[in-house]
């Protein structure tokens, strides 16, 4: 079965600043990566997802991330924050259970833009 | 109007309480989801439902059952509430049938206190 891995449980960072959350997965088989962000008090909306193709993918809100095989990663990043990306991201990986297709979820990484 | 809608969106209750919490959907989506987030676990599956005569359990369906009453919702009982039942409780849906692979809608979350 799959898992998630996100590094980080909590990134401070200065306004206008980049950031990368790192999230690596357990398998190298044939997957399909996302990345949620849940605001305070919100649900979990798509960031950005991989399903083929081409391995840097852009997202909402000026992110991208990068999808590397051999490293088994899909590291989100933004080379200039803003305070409303303050956020809870979390990264999740398609995986087959019962022999159906599900999310698995990592552990969340929260992210806080301090001006 | 919000495509996945939970209710209540706040609930405290007491040891030994049944509770139900409910999700409906208006995006037309065979396939619903509920989930329970914890601090620093992520998201954790709780049941799925594939259409309105499959419903499956997930991870971590001990103390908890559900109900598919129609395409359009899908609710969430507690038969015997218990402290460590604490959580935020979130429902979501998905389509894969229009190629959004893996891709799910999540409701804004219901927070539960088990006293």
């Known amino acids: 079965a799959q898992s998630v891995t996100q590094l980080d449980s909590q990134v401070p960072v200065f306004e206008e600043a980049p950031v990368e959350l790192r999230c690596n997965y357990s398998?190298?088989?044939?997957?399909?990566l996302f990345w949620y962000v849940q605001y305070p008090n919100q649900g979990l909306q798509l960031l950005l997802k991989?399903?083929?193709?081409?391995?840097l993918v852009k997202g909402i809100n000026g992110f991208e991330a990068e999808f590397n095989k051999s490293q088994t990663s899909f590291h989100l990043r933004k080379p200039s924050v803003h305070i409303s990306d303050t956020a809870e991201y979390f990264c999740a990986v398609t995986d087959i259970i019962q022999g159906a297709q599900k999310l698995v979820f990592g552990q969340g990484t929260r992210l806080t833009i301090n001006p | 109007d919000a495509d996945v809608t939970q209710t209540p969106r706040n609930r405290i209750t007491k040891t030994g309480k049944r509770i139900m919490l409910e999700c409906s959907q208006t995006?037309?989506?065979?396939?619903m989801y509920w989930y329970r987030q914890d601090p620093g676990l992520g998201l954790r599956l709780i049941y799925y439902?594939?259409?309105?005569?499959?419903?499956n359990k997930g991870e971590i369906s001990d103390g908890y059952s559900v109900s598919r009453q129609a395409q359009a919702k899908f609710s969430l009982s507690l038969e015997s509430a218990i402290p460590n039942q604490t959580a935020l409780y979130f429902c979501?849906?998905?389509?894969?049938?229009?190629?959004?692979?893996?891709?799910?809608?999540f409701g804004p979350g219901t927070r539960l206190t088990v006293l």
């Open positions: 979501a849906t998905s389509d894969p049938g229009t190629g959004l692979i893996g891709e799910q809608f």
């Open positions: 439902s594939f259409d309105v005569k499959d419903i």
């Open positions: 991989y399903l083929s193709g081409s391995t």
């Open positions: 995006k037309g989506h065979d396939r």
């Open positions: 398998s190298s088989v044939s997957v399909y």
